[in-house]
C-alpha cells in the first residue's frame, strides 16, 4: 500500500480560519488539543493507514511547522523509501511562489515522476479528523475511477466552508458547487436523510491521469483557490469521478464521523471545547489509532498550595499538558498546553493556554485563547469587560478574546 501511495500534504497558506493564531504560523501548525498541532491528525491517518511516502508543501511562514515536522515526525526510515519531507517551492521553471493549491502540486510535479507510486493522496493539512485512507484507496480501485473524493453529510443547520457535491445512485459525482454558507459547528453530525455532501479536502488520484492533467495547466490561466472547484470540477462531466462517503464501518479508525476545518476562531474555540465534554465528538482514546506529536521532555503537571495564601490549587474538566504547574490558582474548563504556570489566586474559566503562558497572581481569565509564553500581570482581568476587550485584544464574533503577541496586557487591569 505505502509504495502504491504518494502523499502530498498540502500546507501551503495562512488559512483563513483562526486568524489572529496564523500571525507567525501557517495554519497546519496552530496548536490544537493541548499537545498536538493541526497537521498531526492528517499525519496519523497516514501513520495508521500504512501510507509512508509524504511530502508536506510548505510556504507561509513555515519555520515552525518544519520544525514541528523535524522534532515530531523524524519517525520513518528512508532505507525503506519511508519518508515525511517538507517541500518549499523550489523556483525549478521560475522565480515564483506558489501561487494556490494546483499550482503548489504543479510546481512539483517531477518529485510526482520520479517516484513509483502509481497514485496520489493530496490532503489538506489544516484539518482536524481521523480517517482510514486505506478503506479510500480500497474503494478508489473498486470504483475505476480517475480520481475519488472524500465526502462527508452536513448536518442542517451547517456552515459549509468546502465544495458541495451531487453524486447519482453509483456515487460517481455529478457537479461540485461553491459552498453554501449556514451556520453549523465544527463536528455536527448529519441527520436521518441529509444528504447534503461536501468535500473535506481529501483527494486521490489515478497518478497517469493527474500528470497528464498538471501538462494541461499553465500557470495563472485560471482561478487557483479551491483543488476541488478549479481542478477536479471540469473533470466530472467527461471523467468518472467517484465519491466516498466519510465515516463508513469498514476501516481500522472508529467512525466518530468528527471533521473540521477550524473555520474561524469560533470553529476553532469549539473544537477544542468539545474535547472536554464527558464524550467528546473526536475519539482521541482509540489504543490502536493514536495521534503522534512532539512532546518535550517536561516533568509531569500538578498542582500545588500556593506561596502566599496556601490555598490548594485546584482543576476541574480539564486538559493539563506536561510541565503545568497550578500553584493555588484554579482551572476550570480549560485546556493548558505545555509548562503552563497559575499562580496563587488566579482563576482560568473555559479558555485556552498556549506553551509557556505565566498566569500572574489573582489575575481572571474567562473566554480566552492566550498565546505562546504571553505572561499575563498579576490581577489583571480579560474576558469580562467587552468595551476594553476589544481596544486591546482580537475579540471573535461570539466573544472568543485572542491575547496574542501582537497585543498589549497592562499591569494591574481593573
Avoid at 474576558?383 to 498589549?408: H, L, M, N, P
Amino acid at each position: 500500500m505505502s509504495a502504491d501511495t504518494l502523499i502530498l500534504v498540502l500546507a501551503i497558506d495562512r488559512g483563513a480560519g483562526p486568524d489572529p493564531l496564523t500571525i507567525h504560523r501557517t495554519k497546519a501548525a496552530v496548536p490544537f488539543g493541548g499537545k498536538y498541532r493541526v497537521i498531526d491528525f492528517t499525519l496519523a491517518n497516514c501513520l495508521h493507514s500504512g501510507l509512508r511516502q509524504v511530502l508536506v508543501l510548505t510556504q507561509y511562514k513555515s519555520h515552525s511547522l518544519h520544525k514541528h515536522l523535524r522534532d515530531g515526525w523524524s519517525i520513518f526510515n528512508p532505507e525503506l523509501r519511508e519518508f515525511i519531507t517538507p517541500v518549499p517551492p523550489q523556483m525549478r521553471e521560475s522565480q515564483e511562489w506558489y501561487a494556490g493549491p494546483v499550482d503548489a502540486i504543479r510546481q512539483n510535479r517531477y518529485l510526482i515522476e520520479r517516484n513509483r507510486a502509481s497514485q496520489v493522496l493530496v490532503l489538506d493539512g489544516g484539518a482536524v479528523y481521523r480517517m482510514d485512507y486505506a478503506e479510500l484507496a480500497r474503494a478508489h480501485r473498486e470504483s475505476g475511477a480517475r480520481i475519488t473524493v472524500a465526502v462527508r453529510a452536513t448536518a442542517e443547520p451547517g456552515s459549509a466552508t468546502q465544495a458541495r457535491v451531487r453524486v447519482n445512485d453509483a456515487e460517481r459525482i455529478l457537479g461540485l458547487t461553491e459552498p453554501v454558507m449556514v451556520d453549523r459547528r465544527p463536528g455536527d453530525r448529519a441527520t436521518v436523510g441529509d444528504e447534503h455532501l461536501e468535500t473535506m479536502g481529501v483527494y486521490l488520484f489515478d497518478k497517469p491521469f493527474l500528470l497528464e492533467r498538471l501538462g494541461r495547466i499553465e500557470r495563472g490561466a485560471a482561478s487557483d483557490k479551491d483543488l476541488a472547484l478549479d481542478l477536479i470540477a471540469p473533470l466530472t462531466q467527461d471523467h468518472l469521478v467517484c465519491a466516498y462517503r466519510f465515516g463508513q464501518t469498514r476501516g481500522r479508525v472508529t467512525p466518530d464521523r468528527y471533521w473540521s476545518d477550524l473555520a474561524s476562531i469560533d470553529d476553532y474555540y469549539q473544537a477544542n471545547m468539545a474535547l472536554l465534554l464527558a464524550q467528546p465528538p473526536l475519539d482521541l482514546y482509540q489504543s490502536d489509532w493514536t495521534i503522534n506529536t512532539y512532546q518535550g521532555q517536561y516533568p509531569p503537571a500538578r498542582t500545588v498550595p500556593g506561596s502566599v495564601t496556601g490555598n490548594e490549587g485546584v482543576f476541574v474538566n480539564s486538559m493539563l499538558a506536561a510541565g503545568t504547574v497550578i500553584s493555588g490558582g484554579g482551572v476550570n474548563h480549560s485546556i493548558l498546553f505545555p509548562r503552563v504556570r497559575v499562580n496563587d489566586g488566579a482563576i482560568v474559566e473555559a479558555s485556552i493556554l498556549f506553551d509557556g503562558v505565566v498566569v500572574g497572581e489573582g489575575a481572571h481569565l474567562r473566554h480566552c485563547i492566550v498565546e505562546k509564553d504571553i505572561e499575563i500581570p498579576p490581577r489583571e482581568r480579560i474576558g469580562f469587560d467587552a468595551q476594553r476587550d476589544r481596544e486591546r485584544f482580537a475579540v471573535s464574533r461570539e466573544g472568543v478574546v485572542i491575547v496574542s503577541k501582537v497585543a498589549t496586557v497592562s499591569e494591574g487591569g481593573s
